[in-house]
Structure formats: C-alpha cells, structure tokens
Nanobody
Framework: QVRLAESGGGLVQDGGSLRLSCTAS????????MGWYRRAPGQQRELVAKIIRGGSRSYADSVKGRFTISTDNAKNTVDLQMNSLKPEDTAVYYC?????????WGQGTQVTVSS
C-alpha cells in the first residue's frame, strides 16, 4: 500500500519561506504526475504546482515566481519551495502522486502565514 508522508508545514510571517516535502512509502514505477494542492478554509481544493511525466511543470497563477516544485523520481519525492509567502497562501497543503487510474494523497500539512 502506498502512503505519502508530508513534512515542512508550519507558521511563518508574511514574506517568509517554507519548504514542503513528500515521500512515498514504496517505489512507484509508473507516475503520471507529482504535485501539490491546497485547500484554504471555506474554499475548494486547488492545484498549486505539479510536474507531469516528461518534466513539464505547471503552477497556479497566484504562486508563479514564488513557488518552485521539484522531484526526485528515483526516490519518489516531491518538494515545494515556497518563498515570499503571503497570508492568502494559508491553507492545508496536500501531496499528490497520480498513477494510471488512481490518485494517491497525503494527509495534508498546515501552512499558516501571519500578517
């Protein structure tokens, strides 16, 4: 059974930085994409950033230029470097690994940005 373990969330001031990390419990052979999503209070879950097979990256417009996603396919890890954080980035962040026919999700890690 695949489990995703997330780390790196916490409380940071406006303008600060955090790095989120996600590691799969087992090696996954075929991956369609790896990424991060978030859900702010009272809002739907939204895509923050992802890397699809082949290496193409996509980012939400709200985080472009501030967040950087990176992966280590050999280790099945996906990290999210978040710089210049804003209060509106406050949310629970979820790691996602998509394989053919299924999505794996982490339990989420809280990121809180104080003004």
């Amino acid at each position: 059974q695949v489990r995703l373990a997330e780390s790196g969330g916490g409380l940071v001031q406006d303008g600060g930085s955090l790095r989120l990390s996600c590691t799969a419990s087992v090696r996954i052979r075929i991956i369609n994409s790896m990424g991060w999503y978030r859900r702010a209070p009272g809002q739907q879950r939204e895509l923050v950033a992802k890397i699809i097979r082949g290496g193409s990256r996509s980012y939400a417009d709200s985080v472009k230029g501030r967040f950087t996603i990176s992966t280590d396919n050999a280790k099945n890890t996906v990290d999210l470097q978040m710089n210049s954080l804003k209060p509106e980035d406050t949310a629970v962040y979820y790691c996602n690994i998509a394989v053919p026919g299924f999505d794996y999700w982490g339990q989420g890690t809280q990121v809180t940005v104080s003004s």
